[in-house]
């Protein structure tokens, strides 16, 4: 029996069925992700492995679980009752293992995992790690930098921050400061011209792009006719940022940064543009572990002491 395994026997017959949390978690990714490929990269393992272990699964229940078609695979209509009869079991699976983790808080080197987009990585948190240690932190913070929603449910992280609130009964999910959106060029690209008399339309426009789903600045751009003037778009908060101090256009930043470097000017829009509503996510059973309490205090307090947060 592998490590993890659970054993179903029936007493009355001769058949033995041995399960794998592991392939029941494939079998639930699929139904949520739609896809093997979208499945395997859910759970973080190359696309044979959870085919393998489908295939696995299906011997053991004496099933047929998806449907291998020539455009990839869908759960079968076997494979869709399981996964839903399976879901809690891998819940309950993943609570031991959250549950196992919060009788350990004593334990120094357990670290506290954290994943956000790149810019709230390294122009928010990274800069602000100081402070962390000032508050009596003893353990040890791993970032990670993630375009990707990761799963708290599957421990993927200990905290999240994203700009969209979540959906699920275990997370919880606190709002923190907004951050301001602005319109910003260079001195050199504006050759002394009158921030107040700029009109977009005939700008080189620097703006984000999906990388982080459909955000509302980005339909702002659209209802104000600017689509057309937009010369460059890009998910990366640096690079907007690199490309406004070289003069290549007017970018749309988060105000606290834009202003921290000291040349940029800032161009009233026609009218506000969207704020970024950043949201703190920790799954409901680690809410009581110390560390994770001071690690969400920290970044509480880091969003709101940043410039211009609302």
Do not use: C, N
């Not at 054993?7 to 794998?20: C, M, N, T």
């Not at 494979?79 to 879901?87: C, F, K, R, T």
């Not at 940064?257 to 940029?264: K, P, V």
Request: no cysteine; aromatic share 4%.
């Amino acid at each position: 029996m592998r490590y993890g395994e659970t054993v179903f026997r029936q007493r009355k017959g001769v058949h033995a069925i041995s399960l794998d949390p592991q392939d029941l978690g494939d079998l639930i990714a699929i139904r949520d992700a739609g896809t093997l490929s979208a499945a395997a990269k859910a759970r973080a393992v190359a696309v044979s492995t959870v085919s393998r272990r489908i295939a696995a699964l299906e011997a053991a229940l004496g099933l047929q679980l998806v449907d291998r078609r020539t455009d990839g695979v869908r759960l079968s209509r076997a494979g869709l009752a399981i996964a839903e009869a399976a879901a809690p079991i891998a819940e309950q699976m993943r609570r031991v293992e959250r549950v196992a983790e919060s009788l350990r808080q004593g334990v120094k080197t357990v670290p506290v995992r954290i994943s956000a987009t790149e810019f709230v990585i390294s122009d928010v948190l990274a800069p602000a790690l100081g402070r962390l240690w000032a508050m009596g932190a003893d353990f040890p913070v791993h970032l990670h930098s993630q375009a990707d929603v990761v799963s708290l449910a599957g421990r993927d992280a200990d905290l999240a921050i994203r700009m969209v609130r979540p959906e699920g009964a275990s997370l919880y999910a606190r709002r923190l400061a907004d951050i301001r959106l602005g319109l910003f060029g260079a001195p050199d690209y504006l050759g002394g011209r009158e921030p107040a008399g700029i009109d977009l339309k005939t700008e080189r426009l620097l703006i984000y792009d999906e990388s982080y789903g459909r955000l509302p600045e980005l339909d702002w751009v659209v209802r104000h006719g600017l689509t057309e003037a937009v010369a460059m778009r890009t998910g990366s908060t640096r690079g907007l940022l690199a490309a406004t101090l070289a003069g290549g256009g007017i970018g749309m930043l988060p105000v606290p940064f834009a202003l921290r470097t000291g040349t940029l000017v800032e161009i009233a829009p026609p009218s506000p543009l969207p704020s970024r509503q950043p949201w703190l996510i920790v799954h409901r059973d680690l809410r009581g572990l110390a560390a994770i309490r001071l690690t969400q205090k920290w970044v509480v307090e880091t969003f709101a002491s940043l410039p211009g947060a609302q």
